[in-house]
Structures are given as structure tokens and as C-alpha cells.
């Protein structure tokens, strides 16, 4: 759902539960609301994101363009979609999400870097995924556990922020060319139950993800 005066706000509705994005870029970035907790989309440090220009709906499939400005070191193209698998589906209480992120640069020196922060008030943690080259960070605060699962084709790494109640996941961070487009593809599984998320989901959906080729536009 999308407001045609309200660029920047669109929601999933599976019943009568909401999953609400909101993503002006800048120093606001792009988050995943999830009750009184968010997953953000954010630049590191003090800098800031382009700002959102276009957004529209294709499908079940949210579209997001934040072009490069004279100011900022890159542009970049953000899809977020719902995934399901054999054996799980969004519902009120769950659901996962892919992020598509494709960085673009004019210029010919550039490292961009994006930032996916989880709320974590206890048990944040980075792993390999057994008998996958998946990488997972899990974030729990007790009312939503996060799970965020990186393909063998992303190069993410993780680093705890300063602050010990949030979790920091890093995408890109490498050399970009002039011209080059660059992907990532981070799914995010989200529990609003108040439990912690199924160890057969993550490992259902890291052999998803990992047999998935990444798509080219």
C-alpha cells in the first residue's frame, strides 16, 4: 500500500497487521518499522543518503530510486519485496523480506558503504549458517527477534556500534568503478511474536537464498 501524496511511506497489510517502511533517505535513511523498534537502512558515521526521488509498486514489490547528488558519493536503487518458501509465508506475527540494493557512482574514487542497524537488546550475533556459505546476524529485544541472512555472493561483514543495544550489518565498503552497479540482496526474517525466530526457517532460508540467482535489473 502506498500513498499517492506521501512519497516515501508504503506498507505490507497481511490481515489486520501492518509491516510499515518508511524511506525518505538522507540522514533518515530507510527502516523497516516493527512495533516501537526499526531495522534502518542508514550511511555510516555522520553521513547521510541521498534523498528519495521515485517510488512506485510493481507487483508485491516496492521500487525506491535515491539518485546521486553532487554531495554524496554514490546513488543507489532499493527493492523490497515479501519472500515465502516451502514452509513459510507472511503472517500478522512473521514475515521476511528481501532488500535489493543496487550502488551506482560518477565518481572515479569511491568506497559507498551502507549500514543495516538491528535493535538489539540482547543475544546480537553473527555466525555462518551449518552447511551454508550464508552469513546470519540475529538481534532479539525481547518483543521482536531479527534475523538478517547475507547470499555467498555478498561480501557483508558485521561490527557492533559504539552503543551495546544495536547491531550494525556493513554492505559494500570495497572500491567501486565509475559506471559499475553493484548488488546486494540481505533477506530479513522478522518475528513480532515474541519469540525467537525457528532454526528451521533460517536454515530453509539460507538454502532459498543461496539457490536463488541474483537478479539482474
Do not use: Y
Request: aromatic residues 6%.
Amino acid at each position: 500500500m502506498t500513498a499517492p501524496n506521501r512519497i516515501g511511506i508504503a506498507a505490507w497489510q497481511i490481515e489486520d497487521s501492518v509491516w510499515r517502511i518508511e524511506a525518505r533517505g538522507g540522514r533518515d535513511g530507510v527502516a523497516l518499522h516493527v512495533g516501537d523498534q526499526s531495522i534502518q537502512l542508514v550511511a555510516p558515521g555522520d553521513q547521510t543518503l541521498p534523498r528519495l526521488d521515485e517510488q512506485f509498486v510493481r507487483g508485491d514489490e516496492l521500487h525506491l530510486s535515491f539518485p546521486q547528488s553532487d554531495d554524496r558519493q554514490f546513488g543507489f536503487r532499493l527493492v523490497v519485496r515479501p519472500v515465502r518458501w516451502n514452509g513459510f509465508a507472511a503472517d500478522p506475527t512473521h514475515a521476511c523480506f528481501e532488500l535489493l540494493v543496487s550502488i551506482q557512482t560518477t565518481l572515479l574514487d569511491s568506497h559507498p558503504t551502507l549500514d543495516l542497524v538491528l535493535p538489539a537488546g540482547e543475544g546480537a550475533r553473527g555466525e555462518r549458517v551449518a552447511g551454508s556459505q550464508c552469513r546470519i546476524h540475529h538481534a532479539n529485544t525481547g518483543d521482536c527477534a531479527v534475523a538478517v541472512i547475507l547470499g555467498p555472493q555478498d561480501a557483508g561483514e558485521s561490527g557492533a556500534m559504539d552503543t551495546e543495544q544495536t547491531q550494525r550489518v556493513t554492505l559494500f565498503g570495497e572500491f567501486l568503478e565509475k559506471g559499475v552497479i553493484r548488488r546486494a540482496r540481505p533477506w530479513l526474517i522478522v518475528n513480532r511474536a515474541g519469540t525467537v525466530i525457528d532454526a528451521k526457517w533460517i536454515s530453509a532460508a539460507s538454502d532459498a537464498l543461496s539457490e536463488s540467482p541474483l537478479p539482474l535489473n
